[in-house]
């Protein structure tokens, strides 16, 4: 009476002891053109995929996920270059020294947050205030901003994104946004979010704004080029790109250029601030 | 010599790949294990299971006047959204899929029932983006103006695309448990009088019930770890409602958001692995019920 053979069971403990070896993968050697992941923000995803069209230096991957992804994936060492369109946080600062990485910060746009509602939407202005009031859930109705008799849909985005955080700090004073906010993935689905629904309320990064929505002036001051650089608009903040200490010549290449003038004219083609 | 290779080479080779599976398997339930322990070390378990707020990047301030991370991790609203989304899917689903499996397993003649299937089997292809997508097109402004509400991207609208998901599975199941009744059941209820209607539905439903349970489940079960299609079309609010017309975020629309983000190894990261924890113990909990039906009535139909 022959026992089952052990051979099987053999061969699939090895095979199961090399997979729990497997850690983190290397990146390859590059060829003639390096290849670059550039990973984060979705504001700033734009910026660099026309980088990448023209950029002949270097293969760019761009993956638009969120700057705490980005932030996270260059932390542990899964992208060349983060894209984040908020600071690295203090707690995300300790995580990376915990991990031996030293990430260098570059400023490569300013970009403003603007608040837009639907087009047919009659209300064109709201303090800052106001627009706290109705993401916190106080506000629920747009005529009690002068507005329709129509309730209020606030659209935010999830807790990855760089806008989010931006917002959270200069917009709510960190507060929690109420709880039953429609939450989207990235300013693109934003702004679809939006434009399909007359009462809803949301924010994007100043390039994302086109003719499908509106935007609205906050405590008087209509968020534009000019007001965010002479500082009269507050919802404003820096576009960043951060590599870790070390990184390789074709990343530093690929700074240089985002920084030059001709990367300066994309910024400001995509509708951003260029420097 | 090559009987004797086939012979001692193929059975231990196609034994390996079976337990490889089991290998995979193990694998994930001890990552699951330990990826999300820690999180029950970290935060209070009670208020995991039956806090309503689901803040993971929260700061407050502490009584020196600093922010500190103050995170939320109440996975009540995600877990009724998960539920709702998954039940009235269902419900949608149901009678949709069992008029179908009657259809093609009773009253379809041949010719139009190796068209059908196929075809619906078709459905049960199609990548779950793609049906997300549509829902965000095609079924939320549908629904935000039938209903006339402000958004269209709700818990109905994602239970409707659901729905539509899950109906190949059921209607598939379905059938062949009602097509595998045996025939003299169905000639004998015939025989006595009753007419087609009364025979699929007196005999032959009450006779595969078992089987049609575990295509149920089945269903139960892709819906319910389904990502995608919630992720575009369900609205991501994270309140505690029971209004299918509000924005909801299930459970695997959670993890999809904010995977990316937590740093490996931090509480947020730890939660939504214990969030996938109780997702596959969920979902395997219902596969095993699905089998023991589907097993233990096959017996007493002999």
Known sequence: MRKYSTIPIALALIIAGALAGCGGESNGEPGEVATLSVNGSTTVTPIMQRVAEVYEAADLEVSGTGSGDGITALIDGRT???????????????????????????VIARDGIAIVVH????????TLEQVKDIYLGKITNWKAVGGPDLTIVPVTRDSSSGTFEVFEELVMDKEPIVPGAVTQNSNGTVRTAVAGSEGAVGYVGLGYVDKSIKA?????????????????????????LYYPEGASQAVLDLVKFVLSKDGQKIVADEGFIPL | MARFTSETVVKPLLGFLALLSLVFLAGILVILLTESGPFFGEYNPIEFFTGTQWYPTLETQNAAGDWVANPRFGLLPLLTASLQVTLLALAIALPLSLGAAIFLAEIAPPVLREIIKPLIELLAGIPSVVFGFIGMVLVAPFIKDLFAIPIGLNGLSASIVLAFMAFPTITSLAED????????????????????????????????????????????????????????VAGGGAALTLNPLSPLRPMTATIALEMGEAVQGGPHYHALFALALLLLVITLAFNLLAERIRGGRRESLK
Not at chain 1, 80 to 106: F, H, I, L, T
Not at chain 1, 119 to 126: G, I, R, Y
Request: glycine share 6%; aromatic share 4%; hydrophobic share 45%.
């Open chain 1, 216 to 240: 609205l002036a906050i405590d008087g001051t209509v968020p534009s080029n000019d007001t965010v650089n002479n500082g009269s608009y507050k919802i404003a903040r820096d576009l960043n």
């Open chain 1, 119 to 126: 087009p047919s939407n009659v209300v064109s202005d709201l």
């Open chain 1, 80 to 106: 060349d270059v983060a894209m984040a369109s908020r600071k690295m946080k203090d707690k995300e600062k300790e995580d990376a020294a915990a991990k031996g990485v030293k990430p260098v910060e570059v």
């Open chain 2, 177 to 232: 448990a009602i097509s595998a009744v045996p025939r003299d059941l169905k000639e004998a209820s015939l025989a006595m009088g009753a007419n087609r209607w009364e025979t699929t539905s007196r005999v032959m439903l009450p006779a595969a019930r078992s089987g049609i349970y575990s295509a149920v489940i089945l269903g139960f079960g892709r819906v319910i770890g389904e990502t995608m299609t919630v992720l575009m």
